[in-house]
């Protein structure tokens, strides 16, 4: 079992949906990262986040430590938001020095105009 | 040219072949890492570059062999490589805090290696 599993593992949904993307970790962690990967391979980061809850226009990134859980959100979804979302995570036991993310295996969302 | 770059971006090889990809950082940045996304699996971090020396290796066959010469230059030699191999490989760099405080990575577009 991955330490970092994502839900659900593929989502389709119509323009202008209310999208949520959920990412369950099995370690104590330092820091969450919610990625970007768009056909062709490039990755972009969204929001990196240790608590509480980010906002970045229609994204929006929140994180419970307690329950080892993380979501992300797109409110009014556009067929361009079309990509697969990845978390990752960094331990918390890394040595210093050392910045070694833990990736689960992606949400690939598809957005319908 | 700004951001991480890498080239090739698309690599065909034989099994007896021998290859390098290259990646390029242009923010200043002093650690890098090597990632293997193959279909269907999570990204996997292959090597990690701080100050150019090597500080993980992640049980990675020694048909692929990192190479840091400076900070903002980092490559993955490849030979005799098997079909499985077949992935894409990203590369990243962040910015290597002292103490315990942590940095993003900035990924680059990915090399797409296929192993005949």
């Known amino acids: 079992k991955n330490e970092v599993e994502q839900s659900p593992q593929n989502l389709t949904a119509q323009e202008g949906e209310f999208i949520t993307i959920n990412c369950s970790y099995s370690?104590?962690?330092?820091?969450l990262h919610w990625l970007q990967q768009h056909p062709g391979g490039g990755i972009v980061s969204l929001f990196m986040?240790?608590?509480g809850k980010k906002k970045h226009g229609r994204l929006i990134a929140t994180i419970n430590i307690q329950e080892k859980h993380s979501s992300l959100h797109i409110t009014a979804s556009h067929p361009r938001d079309s990509a697969v979302y990845i978390c990752a995570v960094r331990p918390r036991n890394i040595i210093q020095g050392a910045q070694k993310l833990v990736f689960g295996q992606g949400t690939r969302l598809t957005i319908n105009p | 040219e700004t951001g991480v770059t890498q080239t090739p971006r698309h690599l065909v090889m034989g099994m007896t072949n021998k290859k390098s990809l290259k990646c390029e950082q242009h923010?200043?940045?002093?650690?890098m890492y090597w990632y293997k996304q193959s279909a269907k699996k999570p990204l996997e971090l292959m090597f990690v570059y701080s100050l150019e020396e090597r500080v993980e290796n992640n049980s990675v066959p020694s048909r692929f062999s990192p190479e840091c010469p400076n900070s903002s230059h980092l490559f993955l030699h490849l030979h005799t490589l098997q079909p499985e191999d077949s992935a894409l490989y990203l590369c990243?760099?962040?910015?290597?805090?002292?103490?315990?405080?942590?940095?993003?990575?900035?990924f680059g577009p990915g090399t797409r290696l296929t192993v005949l």
């Open positions: 370690v104590g962690i330092s820091a």
């Open positions: 986040l240790s608590s």
């Open positions: 990243a760099s962040s910015q290597d805090p002292s103490g315990n405080s942590y940095n993003e990575q900035f």
């Open positions: 923010l200043g940045h002093n650690a």
